[in-house]
């Protein structure tokens, strides 16, 4: 063996991989031994065959409930936060003094727990919060506001809880598509309707999918938010508080894990539906040529 | 979109910036200029020198901060980019980088609603212009470099603007790439019979291009001229340093006689003619490398040893190296050695006399 082959041939074992064997080991640890244990847990049923435990979830409308629920709650609000941060992160896209305010503006309550938003809500939006009583002070409503302990307070909750995430993910998408091709579009005729029709949103799209499917996820699994402000055990029964209550009221653990099961299946579908239709669009550099 | 003009006048165009500091700095001052149909104008100068910044507000991509853009009898500088319909060519090209090479021209057909049958046969007309057949459902990614210039410019004019702006379009390329696109440019520029207003840092580019020169420094204009006045005549000291006076000699204005003036610095004793009215005793003397020529002459004799030699083929760039220590840059033929002693002379209508500015 001469000296030139001994430099060029590689190691066996890249040295670096060992660098990930801690965060393989942590992800073992605790994300696939667990899965798999719930997994097979799920069909080891109290009572009944292996599969009985799906069985009774989708046939005790008490459970299969939960399902619509969830999804009637985290489908709207994955749209309002995706569909309101997009055009504001579009609009932020210049690097001003002005656009740091406003993002660290939005971006605060993503420092909050969901606990204290939920604290935060019963305070302002309860039945005699401060909305409630300004409005009435004003004369501007004297009904009765119902925005705590229901559907539409969950639904705030997780708006306010998600939206900053959604936000700054778009934000960094949205700079990091070089402007000089808006400004080419501009030359073109483009106005800016339409910059940001055939220019930023086609270059977007991958992104939006992306953020789509993490803003979901968060909401699908909503849990302290939906019994704090919302009525946990009537329209905001989601499909963690089933599982819950199967594994701390009930006891029967391999119910839970059926629950836990069904629910990360649920979210799977989506974000593949959605990785699915992001193939469809231009995957690439987002700059306008060499330079 | 008036397709057809007569001219767009740059009437005393100002762009300023408000620098992070809060200080204003003006990066065009005052450019006037007029541009009849058919022309090709270079904007020249060192980098910094405001001749994007000009380009841009002509585009609309900038607004002015004072002055106004004429086309003909129409007022344009309040028009946005989209309503002014000024192909441009960007730097980096700026092709979209989603949309294959055939939607990237055919864009700005697209924006003005052209029926498809006409904008697919103006599309196949620009890609022949361009020479870039067989490429047209690539994704820019695809090309090379060479070829990507091309779409910018088929995209550029396929919309049949009455100006094309060109912003360095050709300083991503290599040096060979660089002169067979500079060609193109001229050839494209003829075929269509409008005017071409071409920004770039390089004066070789801008004299074998360009009908008519506007040399910028700082902002202002210093000389708007053919190439070969700006090549000649430069009319101060900077156009003169910039178009490749490498040899300027801080000097004593003698005596100004009828035929020129003599000027004498650094042992030396020069007769040249002034080319900017001069204020004082002192001046610079500017001779341009290629024309100071080897053997002795009734006047303007340097005698000097060669120190430095790069040679370039056909002929050498020396330094060489006067008694007083003076270093001047000539052009001689063939490989001269260094050590040796060289007389040389230059024509004295080739010795520019200006007279001093705030800058040696």
């Given at each position: 063996m001469n000296a030139a082959e001994r430099v060029t041939r590689p190691a066996l074992i890249d040295p670096a991989w060992l660098l990930v064997g801690p965060a393989v080991l942590f992800l073992l640890l605790l994300f696939v031994y667990p899965f798999l244990y719930g997994f097979a847990l799920s069909f080891q049923p109290a009572e009944g065959d292996w599969f009985a435990n799906y069985q009774k979830f989708f046939t005790d409308s008490r459970a299969w409930r939960t399902l619509i629920t969830t999804f009637g709650l985290a489908l709207p609000v994955t749209v309002i936060n995706v569909g309101f941060a997009l055009p504001i992160a579009f609009r932020l896209r210049r690097r001003t003094t002005y656009q740091r305010w406003i993002t660290t503006l939005l971006v605060v309550p993503i420092t909050l727990g969901t606990v204290l938003i939920a604290d935060g809500m019963l305070t302002y939006f309860g039945p005699r919060g401060w909305l409630a009583q300004t409005l009435q002070l004003l004369h501007l409503y004297d009904g009765p506001i119902r925005l705590t302990h229901n559907y539409w307070g969950v639904l705030i909750s997780l708006v306010i809880s998600g939206f900053p995430f959604a936000f700054l993910l778009l934000l960094s998408y949205v700079t990091g598509i070089d402007p000089v091709l808006a400004r080419a579009a501009a030359t073109l005729g483009a106005n800016r309707w339409n910059q940001f029709l055939h220019i930023y949103l086609p270059l977007l799209a991958p992104g939006l999918a992306i953020t789509f499917c993490l803003v979901f996820v968060q909401a699908f699994s909503v849990f302290p938010s939906a019994v704090l402000v919302g009525a946990p055990s009537g329209s905001t029964r989601v499909i963690s508080i089933a599982a819950y209550e199967a594994a701390f009221e009930n006891y029967d653990y391999a119910m839970a894990s059926t629950v836990a099961m069904i629910m990360g299946f649920a979210q799977l579908i989506v974000v593949a539906v959605v990785l699915a239709l992001r193939r469809a669009f231009y995957r690439g550099p987002v700059s306008g040529g060499k330079g | 979109?008036?397709?057809?003009?007569?001219?767009?006048?740059?009437?005393?165009?100002?762009?300023?910036?408000?620098?992070?500091?809060?200080?204003?700095?003006?990066?065009?001052?005052?450019?006037?200029?007029?541009?009849?149909?058919?022309?090709?104008?270079?904007?020249?100068?060192?980098?910094?020198?405001?001749?994007?910044?000009?380009?841009?507000?002509?585009?609309?991509?900038?607004?002015?901060?004072?002055?106004?853009?004429?086309?003909?009898?129409?007022?344009?500088?309040?028009?946005?980019?989209?309503?002014?319909?000024?192909?441009?060519?960007?730097?980096?090209?700026?092709?979209?980088?989603?949309?294959?090479?055939?939607?990237?021209?055919?864009?700005?057909?697209?924006?003005?609603?052209?029926?498809?049958?006409?904008?697919?046969?103006?599309?196949?007309?620009?890609?022949?212009?361009?020479?870039?057949?067989?490429?047209?459902?690539?994704?820019?990614?695809?090309?090379?470099?060479?070829?990507?210039?091309?779409?910018?410019?088929?995209?550029?004019?396929?919309?049949?603007?009455?100006?094309?702006?060109?912003?360095?379009?050709?300083?991503?390329?290599?040096?060979?790439?660089?002169?067979?696109?500079?060609?193109?440019?001229?050839?494209?520029?003829?075929?269509?019979?409008?005017?071409?207003?071409?920004?770039?840092?390089?004066?070789?580019?801008?004299?074998?291009?360009?009908?008519?020169?506007?040399?910028?420094?700082?902002?202002?204009?210093?000389?708007?001229?053919?190439?070969?006045?700006?090549?000649a005549q430069p009319a101060n000291i900077d156009v003169a340093r910039f178009m490749g006076y490498r040899n300027v000699l801080d000097v004593k204005v003698e005596e100004a006689r009828s035929t020129g003036v003599v000027v004498s610095g650094d042992g030396m004793w020069l007769t040249g003619v002034v080319k900017q009215t001069l204020?004082?005793?002192?001046?610079?003397?500017?001779?341009?490398?290629?024309?100071?020529?080897?053997?002795?002459?009734?006047?303007?004799?340097?005698?000097?040893?060669?120190?430095?030699?790069?040679?370039?083929?056909?002929?050498?760039?020396?330094?060489?190296?006067?008694?007083?220590?003076?270093?001047?840059?000539?052009?001689?033929?063939?490989?001269?050695?260094?050590?040796?002693t060289v007389q040389l002379t230059v024509p004295p209508e080739r010795v520019l006399v200006y007279p001093h500015g705030s800058e040696p």
């Open positions: - | 979109m008036p397709h057809d003009f007569k001219q767009l006048r740059l009437d005393r165009v100002s762009r300023r910036f408000a620098n992070p500091s809060g200080a204003v700095h003006t990066a065009v001052d005052a450019l006037s200029a007029t541009i009849p149909r058919g022309e090709f104008v270079a904007l020249l100068g060192p980098s910094g020198c405001g001749k994007s910044t000009v380009l841009n507000c002509i585009a609309g991509l900038l607004p002015l901060s004072d002055g106004a853009i004429w086309l003909d009898e129409r007022r344009i500088d309040v028009l946005p980019p989209e309503r002014r319909g000024f192909g441009m060519v960007f730097q980096n090209y700026a092709l979209f980088p989603h949309m294959s090479v055939r939607a990237n021209v055919g864009f700005g057909l697209r924006m003005r609603g052209t029926p498809a049958a006409e904008a697919a046969r103006r599309v196949a007309k620009a890609f022949a212009l361009v020479q870039l057949e067989g490429h047209e459902d690539k994704l820019p990614g695809q090309l090379s470099g060479g070829q990507q210039q091309r779409v910018a410019i088929a995209r550029a004019i396929v919309i049949e603007p009455p100006l094309l702006l060109m912003d360095e379009p050709l300083s991503n390329l290599d040096a060979k790439l660089r002169l067979e696109m500079r060609g193109e440019i001229r050839r494209i520029h003829r075929e269509l019979g409008r005017s071409t207003i071409y920004v770039t840092h390089d004066q070789d580019e801008a004299v074998s291009l360009a009908d008519r020169i506007v040399v910028l420094q700082d902002g202002r204009v210093q000389q708007i001229a053919t190439p070969q006045e700006v090549y204020a004082g005793a002192r001046a610079y003397a500017a001779i341009r490398p290629e024309e100071i020529t080897v053997g002795a002459s009734g006047v303007n004799l340097i005698e000097g040893r060669i120190e430095n030699v790069e040679y370039g083929g056909r002929d050498s760039l020396v330094d060489v190296r006067t008694a007083s220590g003076l270093v001047l840059h000539a052009r001689m033929p063939g490989k001269p050695a260094p050590g040796d």
